[in-house]
């Protein structure tokens, strides 16, 4: 598993981009070979993967949202297995 810096801002790999298909009313990560089926809470982790946005404030972003005091976990669980899957890379600011 990554060790994943919290001052790190991680940004999708060039190819790699997030889809609401309509008719499927599902979203996905396309990359060049396929897709991944995202759930909600995937898509919103991702939508903030912008490059400028540190782990940290993805983080911060996501408990208010969601009322959870202690998403960290989860969201460093998420990046790293997106980022073994070659679908993530950290920025250092």
Request: proline share 5%; hydrophobic share 45%; charged share 20%.
């Given at each position: 598993?990554?060790?994943?810096?919290?001052?790190?801002?991680p940004?999708?790999?060039?190819g790699?981009?997030?889809?609401w298909?309509?008719?499927?009313?599902?979203?996905?990560?396309?990359?060049?070979?396929?897709?991944?089926?995202?759930?909600?809470?995937?898509?919103?982790?991702?939508?903030?993967?912008?490059?400028?946005?540190?782990?940290?404030?993805?983080?911060?972003?996501?408990?208010?949202?969601?009322?959870?005091?202690n998403?960290?976990?989860?969201?460093?669980?998420?990046?790293?297995?997106?980022?073994?899957?070659?679908f993530l890379?950290?920025?250092?600011?």
């Amino acid at each position: 598993m990554n060790n994943i810096n919290l001052n790190n801002c991680p940004i999708l790999v060039k190819g790699a981009r997030l889809f609401w298909d309509d008719v499927r009313q599902q979203k996905f990560l396309l990359f060049p070979e396929g897709a991944l089926v995202l759930n909600k809470t995937a898509w919103n982790i991702l939508q903030l993967c912008d490059g400028r946005r540190t782990v940290t404030n993805i983080v911060n972003t996501l408990s208010a949202e969601y009322s959870h005091p202690n998403i960290e976990p989860d969201v460093l669980k998420l990046l790293n297995k997106l980022i073994e899957r070659g679908f993530l890379y950290l920025l250092t600011p």
